[in-house]
């Protein structure tokens, strides 16, 4: 199994130390600045006889590396500066998203592609319209961390919640739409837990002065390429692409699915309150508008 990473920064590197570590796959990690994917790459093979794990990594600036990846991880990109929101990032990125996704397709045609780079949605919909892949198999990270960063913020209240209780849907952005199966869970605690989840990226932007958060999105990378390889079939909320499901077509947007060695075996169709749908309905919008600012 081998695992092709584009963009060697903070969340490239970290997803690929965490899978060496894991021993789970071989990987290559690819960046455009001369050397540092190489030096990155050095550096994260030497840990291996400390913690026994026999995955091959190498590092390269040329995307001919990639060349039979079973699946590609995309964190390419520029990261959020202190007051930029994900959308200002949407011209500069997609520009490298589509030249990347140019390379995937070239020697990784069969591979499945997970895309981290933001603003996610977006980024998603389009390396599935530039590679024409089948959209189960390019699959957007977002929800995985939403969703664990509200059941942060939830036991941070003292709320005894488990994962499965609580998701984060819609846009990883600043619509993303808290969906609550617990009846333990006040109002209150509710809506203080969701608002600080929808912020936490931007509040940790803010404390860092440079660069973004890349600790939690790489374990959210790491849980779903374990999930793929491992043929888990385990529900969890990624950036899936809709066809008719919850009244929306053409779009990537937040939702449960069952990941599996194919990519995404089923978009689960959870019911939505008047409220919910409401606000799944204006994500969709937003994501939608902003699309439209990149064809
Ligand atoms: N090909 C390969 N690598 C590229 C390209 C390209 N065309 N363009 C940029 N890169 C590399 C940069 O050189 C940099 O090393 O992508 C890397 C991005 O790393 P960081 O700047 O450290 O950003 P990171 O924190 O890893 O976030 C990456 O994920 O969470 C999102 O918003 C975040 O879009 C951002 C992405």
Do not use: W
Not at 105 to 131: A, E, G, H, Q, W
Not at 138 to 160: E, H, P, W, Y
């Amino acid at each position: 199994m081998k695992i092709a990473i584009i963009g060697a920064g903070n969340v490239g590197a970290m997803v690929a130390s965490r899978v060496i570590d894991a021993d789970l796959a071989d990987v290559v990690l690819v960046d455009i600045v001369p050397g540092m994917a190489k030096g990155k790459a050095l550096d994260i093979s030497d840990v291996r006889p400390i913690v026994n794990s026999s995955a091959n990594i190498i590092g390269t600036e040329n995307f001919e590396g990639i060349k039979g990846s079973d699946i590609v991880v995309i964190t390419a990109g520029l990261a959020r500066k202190p007051g930029m929101s994900r959308d200002d990032l949407l011209k500069k990125n997609s520009d490298i998203i589509k030249k990347v996704s140019v390379q995937i397709k070239k020697y990784c045609p069969s591979s499945i592609v997970i895309v981290v780079t933001n603003p996610l949605d977006v980024m998603s919909y389009l390396v599935m319209k530039t590679t024409g892949f089948d959209p189960k198999k390019v699959i957007g990270m977002a929800g995985v961390l939403d969703s664990a960063r509200f059941t942060n913020a939830l036991r941070g209240k003292n709320q005894d919640i488990g994962q499965d209780n609580v998701l984060m849907m819609g846009s990883h952005g600043d619509t993303m739409v808290p969906i609550n199966r617990s009846e333990n869970i006040s109002e209150k605690v509710f809506s203080e837990a969701s608002e600080l989840a929808r912020n936490r990226g931007a509040e940790i932007v803010k404390h860092l002065g440079a660069g973004s958060a890349y600790f939690a999105p790489s374990a959210s990378v790491f849980f779903m390429l374990k999930a793929i390889i491992k043929n888990e079939k385990k529900t969890m909320c990624v950036s899936a692409y809709l066809e008719g499901q919850y009244s929306e077509k053409d779009i990537y947007i937040g939702v449960p699915v069952t990941l599996a060695s194919q990519g995404i075996e089923k978009i689960i169709e959870i019911g939505l309150t008047e409220e919910e749908k409401q606000a799944f309905k204006e994500s969709a919008c937003q994501i939608r508008e902003s699309i439209s600012k990149t064809f």
